[in-house]
């Protein structure tokens, strides 16, 4: 079985895309901003909007999402309010700004996509994206009694 090439092989393919979509980005003249950074952006337009819960999903540390949280908003991508709903936390949102590059972003993504698929084949393309959407289970196995 070639379980190590597993991960490898995820791992690359994904940095193939974003470095595709920071590619067409930086060429619609959006700044370069870090994978950190286009991480939370996927997490924000995804619905995951607390802090703490885009740490969580990333299995990185509260202060190294803060930090970089700080960078978004000091290049005016997001802004951090208050919970409505619990007052205790903050929640990041897209500006107007974030909003545009977000829009490029998904038509950045959709020709890639596109790109993709051409060099798959449609029925490879669809496999693959079919395979990633599966329900792959609970990844953690119960201890042995």
């Known amino acids: 079985m ?3 090439q597993l ?13 595709g979509l920071q590619a067409r980005l930086h060429d619609r003249g959006w700044p370069d901003i ?25 299995g990185i540390s509260r202060q190294a999402i803060h930090s970089t949280i700080n960078q978004m ?12 709903d619990d007052r205790r936390h903050m929640i990041v949102s ?15 993504m959709d020709a890639l996509a596109d790109q993709l698929a051409e060099r798959l084949g449609k029925e490879r393309f669809d496999a693959l994206l079919a395979t ?4 792959w289970g609970d990844n953690i196995e119960p201890k042995s009694a």
């Open 2 to 4: 070639r379980t190590n």
């Open 7 to 19: 991960i490898i092989a995820l791992f690359q393919r994904f940095c193939w895309l974003d470095e």
């Open 34 to 58: 870090s994978r950190p950074q286009s991480m939370v952006m996927t997490n924000i337009v995804s619905g995951i909007v607390r802090p703490s819960d885009i740490a969580r999903n990333l």
């Open 73 to 84: 908003v000091k290049l005016g991508m997001v802004k951090l309010d208050p919970d409505p």
């Open 94 to 108: 897209l500006t107007e700004t974030g909003a545009r590059m977000r829009q490029d972003a998904q038509r950045a």
């Open 132 to 135: 990633l959407e599966a329900d």
